[in-house]
């Protein structure tokens, strides 16, 4: 087999997403005539048909669908390698791209990579940091978007490659007048006759905390949904709901302002995170010296915040 043109196979997924070539020309500023011939090229080269024309425009043929997913891995490769080396044109000596849960920004991974940016040897890296929900993230990573992950790892991984990071454990943060806020511990089942504060529905410990009321037998109630935990902090402080919270996040602003912590009983409160890749050996070398750092600053216990 010849080898693949670069611009043919960015051709070949605009139209497949488009399944119109006159469209996909319009979003390429190129004549769809020539991306037809481009097509037809592509065709001979991989010895089978990728297209079957409709009478409103294309659709891939299961040949096709295969070959969409192959360029899109291949796309997403080329884009790398641009980036890359236009931060060495630039005088920076990597570039990595990191999508991070919620909770894993809240809490260490900040301050973990300015440890890592602040050694002389990493002055030539730049990191990029990018907030997103676990299923979102680990798809961004399935795709190439970017190198490195961090999640809570009970999450779906399927194919990816995972390392160990931090641990946090999840408390009830509730006002000190609330009914449970004289309990010292508490079992998850016990707060689920109070309202809740929620995170958004696609959120992973939204999803969690739902499965272990539904296991209950209960339902968790919810009287606002808010999309941070300082928001969430700020409802518990009104006294209108009670919330889940890692402890670690929740201290400072609980010794802040009066609030209670109650540590829950139940085994999946100590959560775990993992550092996400979709293969750690075609990771550039500044994003393996990262990958390294993070995972042995986890061996590192945290500092507790001061009151």
């Known amino acids: 087999m010849r ?38 090229q592509l065709e001979e080269t ?4 990728l297209l079957t ?4 425009g294309v659709e891939p043929t299961v040949a ?11 796309l997403a490769s080329a884009e790398r390698i641009d980036r890359d080396m236009a931060a060495y044109a630039s005088g920076i000596r990597g570039n990595v791209r990191i999508l991070a849960s919620a909770s894993a920004l809240a809490e260490s991974l900040a301050e ?39 999640c809570w790892d009970a999450a779906d991984f399927d194919e990816l490659q995972t390392r160990p990071y931090r641990s946090d454990r999840l408390a009830i943060v509730a006002h000190p007048s ?15 006759d109070y309202e809740h504060v929620n995170m958004p529905p696609a959120s992973a410990v939204l999803l969690m905390l739902q499965q272990a009321a539904s296991r209950a037998g209960k339902v968790l ?21 009670i919330s889940v919270s890692p402890r670690e996040i929740a201290e400072p602003y609980a010794n802040a302002n009066g ?18 890749t979709r293969d750690e050996a075609s990771l550039s070398g500044a994003a393996r010296l990262l990958l390294a750092h993070l995972e042995q600053a986890a061996k590192t216990p945290l500092s507790t915040p001061a009151s």
């Open 112 to 150: 973990d990579i300015a440890v890592f940016l602040q050694d002389p040897q990493h002055r030539d890296i730049k990191i990029e940091l990018e907030e997103r929900v676990t299923r979102d993230l680990i798809r961004g990573i399935r795709d190439g978007v970017a190198s490195l992950g961090i």
């Open 53 to 56: 024309r409709r009478r409103h």
């Open 46 to 49: 991989v010895g089978v048909r």
């Open 178 to 192: 609330h009914p449970i806020a004289a309990h010292r511990t508490i079992s998850f089942a016990d707060t689920l």
């Open 221 to 241: 109630r919810h009287r606002v949904t808010v999309s941070n935990l300082d928001s969430a902090f700020r409802v518990v402080r009104a006294n209108l709901a």
């Open 259 to 276: 609030l209670r912590i109650i540590d829950l009983t139940d085994d999946w409160a100590q959560r775990r995170f993992a550092l996400v």
């Open 64 to 74: 096709g669908q295969t070959l969409l997913e192959h360029a899109r891995d291949m």
């Open 3 to 40: 080898d693949l043109d670069i611009t043919t196979l960015r051709l070949f997924v605009r139209v497949c997403e488009t399944r119109n070539i006159a469209r996909a020309g319009e979003q390429s500023n190129i004549v769809g005539s020539a991306i037809s011939k481009r097509l037809a």
